[in-house]
């Protein structure tokens, strides 16, 4: 990279900066949306012409939008917490022991998200009221693992499988047992796969909505995405384009800031090839 | 040894099979149940048995036709350009450079920001009127006038493809990223030692490398993409020109109250999602499958 | 790796543990309330003086728990179907639009054996002919909703025009105005009637107003079809775009509409009245420029037609304190609080002498144009079509969406418009249990 020509370097740079400005515009302009008002809302300027902070007062004076976020807050860690425990043991099982079946387990727990959300909406809901979860974060939990588990049980699977054979087989001889060859050798070589799966994992439990919206019922249950959907303006059919905004913003900046704090463990995984030698 | 190895490997799988039947089977069995039904929402009690029915009404419907085949032309659109683009993001993010952490966090936040959200927010920025993207498009030169992005019928479906795109390419770029960052980083020391061309190294060495993780993303991209719901529902407008199966099975359950015909959609839509990674999978011959 | 597994299982015992907050103390009944912002405080004021009238009465506490409803009404009703087809007590009553009547129907406490015929007769009789399945009132009227038109005063006076009174006039001052503002004023982006085009509900009012002020006679239950009227109405449409009507329209909804005319964009608006007092707020471009109209005629002999919308109140047949619900609903609908939410907050009441109210008028002088419509209004057939009325509204605003883009001429569309909606009559007529007439 730092012998490479100035031109490339530029180009480079440009392709990045692109990149940047295509990401965060639409991000930008909710965020410049979230401070206009009342009819400026419509208007195209880049910039308000008067700065008001006033949807971002009434989102943070909503008691009930504080709630949601905790409960989203909960309801997306313990999600990516059991999808990586689960999938963590299961995939170290398909991808190193070899046994008769793991074809067949692999395609079973991917036929799991095969059909599209609405058509299982009715039976989860009629399963969730069985258990008596409905209107609990836990129904949301649980429902969450079909969406979470099949893609982080895969991906694990996959990377684990990349893993060099010497590794394990110097460990077997050592006499290691395979939940300790999981924990004290697979877990820190994978460590950027399992932060970044666990990070998609999360935004996906964090932004589901259909399932939110259809399995709780008061506020002292609903997430964020659904939170946001209620969100509504003075009067009927009027959408409070500002309040959206602004929640919209709250709610993706504890995100950036997760990635921001996790990017630094996305890169670790450099050090594999140094584990390896 | 064998049989305690055996053993092992259910101890290890059974949680996560255990957890993923106990929710996911009742949903799953129900709905295939009744795609043979003739249920009703009101009186769902009521139903009755109509073996292949609702599937030969479906076969005969040209909505579902146009459905289907809309789906299938947004994956195909939109997917390949989701992963070359992601490609190129993660190759970007995986060079060291000034910034990196910057572009890393700007990339994921399209991913970030919740799908009913971003697909409201670009219907604001698409509006014919009052959105944004028109006023500096026209501004700029490129577009003499606005262009009604999501109410033409031939444009709003590669609006939603170019939605689609700008929100998922950081999903294929980060677990792309992820997959270069666990490749065996000698092969590469050697190559650049020997002088291998940059290039030569990218096809040579780092795209076989990194073929199974971009099968697996491919799957679970391939997988999202033929099911998509929310942009279309959100953005187009409500036409079967851009009806996809989702949203045709949406129609029929849940507006139509039409449960039966509803679930056969449905587990047609997830049939032809099998199908595609079947073909996937044996196509891109990917290894997770093959007994070692 | 230790502390994760410790915290995982503190946000898990945390997340199960987690008891639904339910005093034991009184009565707590759930109401779904599309209600936020001003109406939710409106509401929750009234529930809070009823709950203080309870408790002087027979001594018993009793609470009420809003429900928020999503604010687009397909997934409110998504939302309801749910709950009310699993048979769920969780919530007592409901808030439920005109057209839902026949899948509550089986779900919902018959209202006539709790409301006395003279309280029902206060309401526009269309209102509670909407909500009336099989001879049981299923809902009870809260608010209505009736679509309007509306106009720029300035814009109108500027070239010199007078508020259109047929479609035919509406089109023709549309067009000079649109003209005039593009070339002269370079206005670029003016257009001269906007309204929501997007293939849902909200067009669906629209096309029933367009083809019945043309006296298609297409929509009502047992009555001929004119076609002739049905071609009239279809090539006023097929002329709207892009002469009058902007291209996007097509997917407008009723906030894109707002967005347009309140920028001041447009000259004339096919809306519901809620749009009149957000274009009228201080700020707003168009404030004090807004005129406010029943809608044009088909011809000039002819009347004009508008559908009624709105929400009312059903108590759930599967909840424990039915009698209470009851009571709540009474209360929320009556005379007074209609006539409170008329003048707080300019809800459209369904009680007709409102209308005639002096302190309702002077706080809303535009509710007069809206009565002359709603005295006219018609409903949806959303009764009669049954189970089968949202294949019949997607059938429908799906033909009118070809003609508005000149996909089908007005002939052929008005050709399948019938050949469909007969066609979904027959079916709705032979049996609407029949599974045959399941797909």
Redesign the interface.
């Known amino acids: 990279m730092a012998r490479s020509s100035p031109l490339r370097r530029l180009g480079f740079g440009l392709f990045c900066s692109i990149i940047v400005v295509l990401c965060l515009f639409p991000f930008y302009w909710a965020m410049v949306s979230s401070l206009k008002s009342g009819t400026e809302i419509f208007a195209t300027d880049l910039w308000p012409k008067a700065l008001t902070f006033q949807n971002y007062g009434t989102i943070l004076q909503d008691a009930s939008f504080g709630r949601s976020f905790l409960n989203s807050t909960l309801v997306a860690l313990s999600t990516v917490g059991m999808a990586l425990l689960l999938s963590i043991t299961a995939s170290f099982a398909l991808a190193r022991i070899p046994f008769r079946g793991r074809k067949r387990i692999l395609l079973a727990i991917l036929s799991v998200t095969m059909f599209p959300q609405v058509a299982v909406l009715s039976g989860m809901f009629e399963l969730v009221r069985f258990f008596g979860l409905y209107n609990h974060c836990s129904a949301l939990i649980l429902s969450y693992m079909t969406i979470t588990v099949p893609f982080t049980a895969w991906t694990l699977t996959n990377f684990m499988r990349e893993i060099p054979k010497e590794l394990e087989e110097a460990a077997i001889i050592d006499g290691a047992s395979y939940l300790t060859i999981l924990v004290k050798i697979f877990l820190p070589i994978l460590s950027p796969a399992l932060v970044t799966t666990g990070l998609l994992a999360f935004i996906a439990a964090w932004n589901e909505f259909l399932f939110a919206l259809t399995f709780t019922l008061t506020n002292q249950a609903r997430t964020v995405p659904v939170a946001i959907s209620l969100l509504s303006g003075a009067s009927q059919h009027e959408l409070p384009w500002g309040n959206i905004m602004a929640a919209s913003v709250l709610v993706t900046l504890p995100l950036v800031v997760l990635v921001v704090i996790f990017q630094r463990r996305i890169i670790s995984g450099l050090t594999v090839g140094a584990v390896k030698g | 040894m064998s049989w305690s190895?055996?053993k092992?490997?259910?101890a290890?799988?059974a949680?996560?099979?255990f957890?993923?039947l106990s929710?996911?089977a009742?949903?799953?069995?129900?709905?295939i149940f009744l795609s043979f039904t003739?249920a009703?929402?009101?009186?769902?009690s009521g139903a009755?048995f109509?073996y292949w029915?609702?599937f030969k009404?479906?076969f005969s419907?040209k909505d579902w036709k146009q459905s289907v085949y809309n789906t299938l032309l947004f994956a195909a659109c939109s997917v390949p350009c989701e992963t070359l683009l992601g490609l190129?993001?993660a190759l970007?993010l995986h060079?060291?450079?000034k910034?990196r952490?910057?572009?890393?966090?700007?990339?994921?936040?399209?991913?970030?920001?919740?799908?009913?959200?971003?697909a409201?927010?670009?219907?604001?920025?698409l509006?014919?009127?009052?959105?944004?993207l028109n006023?500096l498009l026209v501004r700029v030169g490129i577009l003499s006038?606005?262009l009604?992005?999501?109410?033409?019928?031939e444009l709003?479906f590669w609006t939603i493809v170019m939605v689609d795109v700008?929100k998922t390419t950081?999903?294929m770029a980060?677990?792309l990223?992820?997959?270069l960052?666990?490749?065996?980083?000698?092969c590469f020391e050697a190559a650049l030692v020997d002088g291998v061309s940059k290039k030569r190294i990218f096809f040579r060495i780092t795209l076989p490398l990194l073929r199974?993780?971009l099968i697996?993303t491919l799957?679970?991209r391939t997988?999202e993409a033929l099911?998509i719901?929310?942009l279309v529902y959100i953005l187009?407008?409500?036409?079967?020109k851009t009806m996809t199966?989702?949203v045709y099975?949406?129609?029929?359950?849940?507006?139509?109250?039409?449960?039966?015909?509803?679930?056969a959609a449905?587990?047609c839509?997830?049939l032809i999602?099998?199908l595609i990674?079947i073909l996937y999978i044996n196509v891109g011959r990917h290894?997770?499958?093959e007994?070692? | 790796m230790k502390h994760l597994c410790r915290f995982l299982f503190c946000a898990l015992a945390f997340a199960f543990g987690q008891a639904p907050l339910l005093a034991e103390a009184g009565v707590i009944l759930k109401m779904t309330c599309r209600a936020k912002g001003q109406e939710a405080e409106l509401c929750e004021a009234a529930i809070k003086e009823w709950a203080r009238k309870k408790k002087e009465e027979t001594g018993t506490d009793v609470k009420v728990e809003i429900i928020k409803l999503p604010q687009s009404s397909s997934e409110s009703y998504a939302f309801t179907q749910q709950l009310l087809g699993s048979q769920a007590e969780d919530v007592d009553i409901y808030q439920v639009d005109t057209t839902w009547s026949v899948f509550l129907a089986p779900h919902v406490v018959p209202l006539n054996a709790h409301f006395s015929p003279e309280e029902m007769a206060a309401h526009f009789p269309v209102a509670i002919q909407s909500n009336t399945i099989q001879g049981n009132l299923v809902a009870i009227p809260w608010y209505a909703d009736i679509d309007v038109l509306f106009y720029r005063l300035d814009v109108l006076e500027k070239r010199r025009a007078k508020p259109p009174t047929t479609w035919e006039e509406l089109a023709k001052t549309a067009q000079m105005i649109q003209d005039y503002e593009r070339r002269f004023d370079g206005n670029t982006r003016f257009c001269g009637y906007v309204f929501r085009g997007k293939s849902y509900e909200g067009l669906m009012c629209h096309v029933v107003e367009w083809i019945e002020s043309f006296g298609g006679n297409v929509f009502s239950p047992g009555s001929l079809p004119q076609e002739d009227r049905v071609i009239e109405a279809f090539t006023f449409l097929s002329e709207l775009i892009p002469k009058v009507s902007p291209p996007g329209v097509l997917n407008y909804t009723e906030e894109e509409v707002r967005g347009v005319f309140q920028l001041g964009e447009a000259a004339f608006a096919h809306n519901w009245p809620y749009m009149w007092a957000l274009a009228q707020m201080s700020g707003s471009p168009v404030e004090g420029k807004v005129g406010i109209t029943v809608l044009p005629r088909g011809k000039a002999d002819r009347e004009s037609v508008s559908v009624l919308g709105g929400w009312g109140l059903c108590v759930s047949k599967y909840s424990k304190h039915q009698d209470l619900a009851v009571d709540l609903v009474r209360w929320l609908t009556r005379h007074e609080e209609q006539k409170r939410r008329a003048v707080k907050a300019s809800y459209l009441p369904t009680i007709v002498t409102l209308y005639g109210d002096p302190e309702v008028l002077a706080k809303n002088p535009f509710f007069l144009p809206i009565s002359k419509a709603l005295s006219t209004a018609i409903v949806r057939p959303a009764a009669f079509f049954g189970r089968l009325y949202p294949q019949v509204s997607a059938a429908v605003t799906s033909i009118a969406q070809s003609v508005l883009s000149k996909e089908l001429t007005p002939a052929e569309g008005a050709k399948q418009l019938i050949q469909a909606v007969e066609t979904f009559k027959q079916r709705a007529q032979s049996s609407p249990e029949d599974p045959s007439a399941a797909s």
């Open positions: 190895r055996e092992t490997a259910w290890f799988v949680p996560c099979l957890v993923l929710v996911a009742w949903p799953l069995l129900r709905t003739d009703q929402l009101e009186h769902m009755k109509i029915e609702n009404a479906l419907d190129f993001v970007a060079k060291p450079f910034g952490g910057l572009l890393r966090a700007a990339v994921l936040v399209p991913w970030a920001i919740p799908t009913i959200v971003s409201r927010m670009w219907g604001w920025m509006h014919d009127v009052y959105g944004i006023e006038a606005p009604p992005w999501t109410a033409s019928p709003s700008w950081p999903f980060l677990l990223l992820a997959g960052q666990s490749l065996p980083q000698d199974p993780t697996v799957i679970f997988l099911r719901f929310d187009s407008n409500g036409g079967p199966m989702s099975a949406r129609r029929y359950l849940v507006d139509y109250a039409n449960v039966g015909y509803g679930s449905a587990v839509l997830s999602v099998a990674t290894r997770i499958l007994e070692r």
